[in-house]
Nanobody, 123 residues
Framework: QVQLEESGGGLAQAGGSLRLSCAASGRISSTYAIGWFRQSPGKEREFVAAISWAGYNTYYKDSVKGRFTCSREHGADTAYLQMHSLKPEDTAVYYC????????????????WGQGTQVTVSS
């Protein structure tokens, strides 16, 4: 089993920054791609960003390009989503997800999900 533990959510001002962490554990967790999704009240969950298991390839939703950055440690046991220039529209519960295959923007690519962490951006 792959287990995910998220942290780093909180309150930020517009234009501020937060860094989300996703700690992965379990057998062969280093081979899993990591995706980030978010969901705000009244909206469907949407893709935000993803990183391959080797850490060489990253993918981003258009609205966060240039503001958010995915990374992961060499040992691939922790992944990060660094968020800059936050906007009130970024307010949502953010989820970390892990999948055995290639990274992508579809929820079906991911087998394991974290509990979510709240990000709130004030105007």
């Amino acid at each position: 089993q792959v287990q995910l533990e998220e942290s780093g959510g909180g309150l930020a001002q517009a234009g501020g920054s937060l860094r989300l962490s996703c700690a992965a554990s379990g057998r062969i967790s280093s081979t899993y791609a990591i995706g980030w999704f978010r969901q705000s009240p009244g909206k469907e969950r949407e893709f935000v960003a993803a990183i391959s298991w080797a850490g060489y390839n990253t993918y981003y939703k258009d609205s966060v390009k240039g503001r958010f950055t995915c990374s992961r440690e060499h040992g691939a046991d922790t992944a990060y989503l660094q968020m800059h220039s936050l906007k009130p529209e970024d307010t949502a519960v953010y989820y970390c997800a892990a999948g055995r295959g290639i990274p992508g923007n579809k929820e079906r690519l991911y087998d394991y999900w974290g509990q979510g962490t709240q990000v709130t951006v004030s105007s």
